[in-house]
């Protein structure tokens, strides 16, 4: 556990000991829809970069409350890698990648392959491909592209889909899937 200087435990060592004993007692969610309907007390996020070396394994909320420590640390991991940028990531953004995660039934982190994107970024990847959107929602904090070594593609997108919560992109010849926030729609293969 971790401790200030002064003997007094800090905040993320608090936040660390109760997020240990809560994943010990954390309901199984039958479906996404329940959980983005707060059909559950907690929800939590695992995710890597493979451009940062960074993990995390946060429990976000707890019992119909945002713990904003932990989306704060949610949005730093998710910031742009290329230029350290941070943009608060939505919460409907992070729900719709934790009820997805939860209905794959693995225990498997997402590999984050972009989270947010500055302006700079975005346009130095549109120049490289098409398939970047000038207006992208990466750019506002409301999409992750994301990797599971253990599912497909289309494992991911079908169970993104189920959630009805937005934006599923397939991009199967890069191995990742698109969630956003953004009104449901689909694309790609």
């Not at 559950?40 to 420590?69: A, C, F, L, N, P």
């Not at 409301?142 to 189920?162: C, F, G, I």
Request: hydrophobic residues 40%.
């Amino acid at each position: 556990m971790t401790t200030a200087a002064s003997g007094s435990m800090t905040r993320r060592g608090l936040l660390t000991a109760f997020a240990a004993t809560t994943i010990t007692a954390a309901p199984t969610f039958a479906n996404a829809a329940g959980l983005l309907r707060g059909g559950g007390d907690i929800r939590r996020i695992k995710m890597y970069s493979g451009r940062t070396g960074e993990k995390i394994d946060m429990i976000y909320w707890v019992e119909g409350e945002y713990i904003s420590d932990a989306v704060k640390e949610i949005t730093y991991f998710m910031r742009d890698w290329r230029n350290d940028q941070v943009k608060n990531i939505d919460l409907r953004t992070i729900d719709i990648m934790a009820a997805c995660h939860n209905l794959l039934d693995c225990s498997e982190p997402y590999m984050l392959i972009s989270g947010y994107r500055s302006p700079e970024t975005n346009a130095m990847l549109r120049a490289r491909s098409s398939g970047v959107a000038k207006r992208s929602r990466h750019l506002v904090g409301e999409a992750a592209d994301l990797r599971l070594s253990s599912r497909s593609v289309n494992q991911m997108a079908k169970a993104a889909l189920s959630c009805n919560g937005g934006g599923v992109g397939r991009y199967s010849s890069s191995n990742f899937v698109h969630m956003d926030c953004g009104p449901v729609r689909t694309w790609g293969s």
